[in-house]
Structures are given as C-alpha cells and as structure tokens.
T-cell receptor, first 114, second 116 residues
Framework: DSGVTQTPKHLITATGQRVTLRCSPR?????VYWYQQSLDQGLQFLIQ???????AKGNILERFSAQQFPDLHSELNLSSLELGDSALYFC?????????????FGNGTRLTVT | AQKVTQAQTEISVVEKEDVTLDCVYE???????LFWYKQPPSGELVFLIR??????QNEISGRYSWNFQKSTSSFNFTITASQVVDSAVYFC?????????????FGQGTILTVHP
C-alpha cells in the first residue's frame, strides 16, 4: 500500500459530462501529481500541485483542471468528456524538499466514457 | 526534452529463468533521476527503485538488480530466477532535477509474462 488514496476506483459516464476525481496524498507529502494512462499515449504527466499551488503543467487539456486544498487533498476535474478521455488516472505524491524522493502512486481511477 | 525507450514490448519466460528489461534514456540535463515501476494486473503502479545521475553504483535487492551505465544512457533491470508473481508491466521513467522534478517521462513499458 503506497499510502496514496484515490476515489472512486471506477467511473462510467457519458460524453459531454463532467467528473471529479479525488486524491489524498501520503501523510506528510506536500506535492501531488496527476498522471493519465491510456493505450495510445501511455503514461503522461498532467499537472503538479505543491502546498495548494500549481507547480508544473504537462499535457493537460483545457477541459481538465485540478486544485489542491488546504488539507492537501487534490481533485482533478474533467469536463465535456469525450470518448478519448477514457483512461486510468493516477495521483502520486512525494516529499518536497528532498529532490530525488520517489513518487508514490495511488491505485488509480479508471474512467470510462461511453 | 526527455525521452525513455523500452525497446522490448513483451517478454515471455518460464519460471526460474533470468530476464533483463532494457531501458535507454535521453536527456541533456546533467542532474536527473531514473526510476523503475511495476504495474501488476491489478493496475497499481509500484515503485521499485530510484537512481540519480551521480550514482552509477549497481544495486541488488533480492532477486532484482539494476545496471546503470551513463556511457550508454541505459538503466537495465534484471530479475533473477523469475517467478509467476513477477508477471506485470514494467516501466522505466526519467525525471530531471529542479522545478521539473516529479514530471516523469515514462517509457512505453515492457509486458513480462512468467509461465509456470
């Protein structure tokens, strides 16, 4: 168990809808990362938050947004969903201030858009 | 830009065989970090090892060993005496230092199947 908690495990929704994925980092980790794993793109970095602030952005679509709350949990919001957004979404966390510390991933949320 | 190549898409072995998973990386940064993650059929990503660019020492952990060679930009992973439980997808990943740390670039993964 990595200590990173993601909910829900599975999500099935229709095109055009909006969903929210939730992540609780490991205790003590201030940084949260979101990754997308799809068959055609593989594992891709989406966005990073550190202590409530956006720190780095990857290939995140404008329809997607994220935030990190004062209790450090994070949410990834996906809107106007398309079939191609079906993927496994991972959240990871790490200790900040210790460059080189590994990212620990949650079990992922499997999103299916029909 | 960073790039990670795992040339082996799939590997199939019989239990107790040794198997090496190849990883070649590209980066212009002098400070970087290399990782291996395992994704079993259940889907989670399990951290296996991290190595920084200044430490070329090979590492052994039980049946697992890693060979980091800067001269060839490779970070290969060997499983000795493979077991059925080793069946999984294995990902090699690269991160550079500084503010981009945490932005992992993953290889496409190698599917390892260990047959009894």
């Amino acid at each position: 168990d990595s200590g990173v908690t993601q909910t829900p495990k599975h999500l099935i929704t229709a095109t055009g809808q909006r969903v929210t994925l939730r992540c609780s980092p490991r205790s003590g980790d201030l940084s949260v990362y979101w990754y997308q794993q799809s068959l055609d793109q593989g594992l891709q970095f989406l966005i990073q938050y550190y202590n409530g602030e956006e720190r780095a952005k990857g290939n995140i679509l404008e329809r997607f947004s994220a935030q990190q709350f004062p209790d450090l949990h994070s949410e990834l919001n996906l809107s106007s969903l398309e079939l191609g957004d079906s993927a496994l979404y991972f959240c990871a966390s790490s200790v900040v201030g210790q460059e080189g510390s590994p990212l620990h991933f949650g079990n992922g949320t499997r999103l299916t858009v029909t | 830009a960073q790039k990670v190549t795992q040339a082996q898409t799939e590997i199939s072995v019989v239990e107790k065989e040794d198997v090496t998973l190849d990883c070649v990386y590209e980066t212009r940064d002098t400070t970087y970090y290399l990782f291996w993650y395992k994704q079993p059929p259940s889907g989670e990503l399990v951290f296996l090892i991290r190595r920084n660019s200044f430490d070329e020492q090979n590492e052994i952990s039980g049946r697992y060993s890693w060979n980091f060679q800067k001269s060839t930009s490779s970070f290969n992973f060997t499983i000795t005496a493979s077991q059925v439980v080793d069946s999984a997808v294995y990902f090699c990943a690269l991160s550079v230092g500084g503010t981009s740390y945490g932005k992992l670039t993953f290889g496409q993964g190698t599917i390892l199947t260990v047959h009894p």
